[in-house]
């Protein structure tokens, strides 16, 4: 079912180098998967990824929550106080989470079982500092209540603000 990509004109502003007009025939040269209707097409599988692994952090965040609860004098889990640290350090563990799978492998296990990976503007996987970047790009995209991902959906590149972030493209393997 592979599907050639519909190659659409894109206007590219490189602002690192002088640039005296828009240059058309260096986006006709860009990878499949940089055009916005190839991202537009993995939306669901990114959806479907993404409630994978915010269902695996809630499982093993919904462990220390339980164990926590458990060694509290009183169950004051009611507490707006608790209530909002649960929220935070959940937060906190999603973006730890997202950012240690990028260091490591350029995918997270949802990523895998919906056979995406994370990739560079060349096509390869993310280095270091562009795994870094892309981190923090997660945690500007959790902090508003998933914002960032939700993002993707009316972008017209259909990309979260973590790829914006690191100048990164999800691509299916």
Not at 37 to 52: C, G, N, P
Not at 92 to 115: D, E, N
Not at 118 to 134: E, I, N, Q, W, Y
């Amino acid at each position: 079912m592979d599907q050639k990509p519909i190659r659409q004109k894109r206007t590219i502003i490189d602002i690192s180098n002088y640039q005296p007009e828009f240059d058309f025939d260096k986006a006709a040269h860009f990878a499949s998967f940089m055009f916005p209707e190839y991202q537009r097409s993995l939306l669901r599988a990114r959806f479907a990824a993404d409630v994978i692994d915010i269902v695996i952090v809630a499982a093993i965040y919904s462990v220390f929550v339980t164990v926590t609860s458990f060694q509290m004098p009183e169950a004051p889990l009611a507490d707006r106080r608790t209530l909002g640290a649960f929220v935070v350090g959940f937060l906190t563990l999603l973006g730890v989470y997202f950012l240690l799978f990028m260091l490591s492998a350029s995918q997270t296990p949802g990523m895998k079982w919906r056979r995406l990976t994370v990739v560079d503007h060349t096509g390869h996987s993310l280095d270091p500092k562009t795994a870094l970047m892309r981190g923090a790009g997660y945690f500007i995209s959790i902090v508003p209540f998933m914002l960032g991902f939700i993002w993707a959906l009316i972008d017209p590149e259909h990309l979260t603000w973590a790829d914006k972030v690191s100048g990164t493209y999800l691509k299916k393997l």
